[in-house]
């Protein structure tokens, strides 16, 4: 009988990982680089029905209060927020206004999550003087409201983009600047990073997993 050793897992060291395999990253997530952001909240998973009358609607209305939706209630939120850029539908806000404006949604959807439902938010930056980062200002206000930060999707709309020059002007060098041809998708999750014991039956099959 031969005895084959346990393969242990690789951890995190001063000098890194050449691989990751059932890695231990508590050293890591332990560091003061940690210190101060929103960390894991382990509670007990609830999820609240939608009410009937509810389902597969659209409500014409702003965010900043649903009271049609309880609470823990929603696994996925998706959004492109209004820009505040002179749309019919804005209200040339300042910006300390308009990140107040969406603090007051972004709340609401803390509100109905699951524990551990995901806030997905699309969002472009603005101008080129200054030139404003919204996506900053958003994952800011996010953390500030105590959401897990789970990554950021660089959306390449460069395909699409128009033709335009970066000088400045016509023919002149004097102020070059930077041409966006991408967008964000922000990735948050409410307290936890799972979303603890679902009740329902998952649809994951190995076929499927390994068809992807």
Request: charge should be positive; aromatic fraction near 10%; glycine fraction near 8%.
């Amino acid at each position: 009988m031969v005895s084959v050793p346990k393969r242990t897992g690789t951890k995190t060291s001063a000098f890194g990982s050449s691989g990751r395999v059932n890695h231990d990253s508590t050293l890591f997530y332990a560091s003061k680089l940690y210190e101060g952001l929103p960390k894991e909240k382990i509670t007990e998973y609830v999820e609240n029905p939608i009410p009937p009358e509810f389902l597969d609607k659209i409500f014409c209305k702003s965010s900043e209060k649903m009271e049609e939706i309880p609470d823990n209630s929603i696994h996925l939120m998706v959004t492109s927020p209004p820009y505040n850029v002179g749309k019919e539908y804005d209200e040339n806000l300042t910006l300390n206004d308009y990140r107040e404006f969406l603090r007051k949604v972004w709340s609401e959807v803390k509100r109905v999550l699951v524990p551990g439902g995901r806030a997905c938010i699309n969002i472009a930056n603005l101008g080129r003087k200054p030139y404003i980062p919204l996506h900053v200002f958003i994952a800011e206000d996010m953390l500030d409201l105590g959401f897990l930060m789970r990554g950021e999707i660089i959306w390449n709309k460069g395909a699409s983009g128009s033709s335009s020059t970066a000088w400045g002007s016509w023919l002149s060098a004097k102020n070059p600047v930077l041409r966006d041809v991408h967008e964000y998708i922000l990735v948050f999750s409410k307290g936890m990073f799972s979303r603890g014991n679902l009740r329902r039956k998952s649809t994951i099959s190995k076929e499927v997993s390994n068809s992807c």
